[in-house]
């Protein structure tokens, strides 16, 4: 058994990630601040033997006592709505809380994993994106606070590995959903999914035809166990190459939904990227990586889920 901290615990993918590491038999220290995750998402393991759980801002100054195996850091504004609307605070979390708990890991001498984003490539003129390619990323634009915090933060990491000699992971997630995504996260499938369920017409922004991959929570969870467990200290994207274009995502949605919603088409909001798919080469070979293929199967799961959710908001 080790012993790891997991930050944004009480968010949609660290909740999971908490209940991967219990079920794997990891003692495991949860650390939120509350104001985008949810204390419901902890819920089914609140009260496990191995969890505890540290209310704390990560762009504060953090201890934590005994020893530590894995920093985890997870604490994001990673929700359009959020970041939006908090700038400052996003720029702190992936500036502050990246650098607090680079110097936790430092101190215990713990692994640390840096969960990234595919937003570090931008509006890519290349698709799919593979690691080395550089992004294409409008640093004064209006989705920069989130961009740019997470491509400081792989900075920031790469500087404690080189200078520390410090053991670490960076993985570049890619669109990833299922239970726990809060329903007004902003992200395209709870957007579609609340739409599909209340009856109101799909928004699509500009033709539809941008694309997007969907990685199901599960796959991406096991993707960021297999990077902790590697060694590899080079960013990894971690996600699911299956690309659909946004049109054939409201299709689907409003299929398993049995909706009568129709479509409504908005003006693209400036700096959508046209296309986002992850090259995943470097994942299959190093970490392991076979995401599922299963859109509608995976859907139909978020989709119980979300219903779920609005019958209790009742």
């Known amino acids: 058994m080790s012993r790891v901290l997991v930050t944004g615990a009480a968010g949609f993918l660290g909740s999971h990630l908490c209940e991967a590491l219990l079920e794997d038999g ?3 220290l949860g650390m939120d601040n509350g104001f985008s995750g949810r204390n419901q998402n902890l819920d089914d393991f609140f009260y496990h033997d191995d969890f505890s759980f540290v209310d704390h801002d990560v762009t504060e100054f953090i201890h934590v006592s005994g020893e530590l195996d894995a920093v985890f850091h997870l604490a994001s504004l990673a929700s359009p ?15 502050l809380g990246t650098h607090k708990t680079l110097g936790l890991a430092k101190e215990k001498d713990a692994t640390y994993l840096f969960t990234s984003t595919s937003e570090v490539y931008g509006d890519p003129e290349v698709n799919p994106q593979p690691e080395d390619y550089r992004g294409n990323v409008d640093c004064y634009g209006p989705r920069s ?24 992971c960076v993985a570049r997630i890619f669109n ?12 395209v499938i709870p957007n579609f999914v609340k739409q599909a369920l209340t009856g109101q017409d799909l928004t699509v922004y500009g033709d539809g035809e941008q694309t997007r991959s969907f990685c199901y929570v599960d796959d991406m969870i096991d993707g960021l166990l297999a990077l902790y467990e590697s060694g590899v200290d080079e960013p990894v994207n971690i996600g699911n190459p299956d690309e659909r274009t946004i049109n054939e995502l409201a299709e689907v949605i409003v299929e398993l939904t049995g909706s009568s919603s129709g479509i409504t088409n908005e003006p693209l909001p400036p700096h959508d990227p046209e ?32 219903q779920e959710e609005m019958e209790n908001a009742e």
């Open 26 to 28: 990891h003692e495991v």
């Open 81 to 95: 709505v959020f970041y939006r609307d908090y700038q400052i605070k996003t720029l702190k979390v992936g500036a």
């Open 145 to 168: 606070c989130y961009d740019e915090s997470k491509r400081y933060g792989e900075a920031l990491v790469r500087t404690y590995r080189d200078e520390h000699d410090m053991d670490v």
């Open 176 to 187: 990833t959903y299922g239970p726990r995504i809060r329903l007004d996260d902003g992200r």
């Open 275 to 306: 296309v986002r798919r992850p090259d995943i080469s470097k994942a299959r070979s190093e970490i392991g990586l076979k995401p599922s293929v299963g859109l509608q199967n995976e859907l139909k799961r978020s989709i119980e889920y979300f």
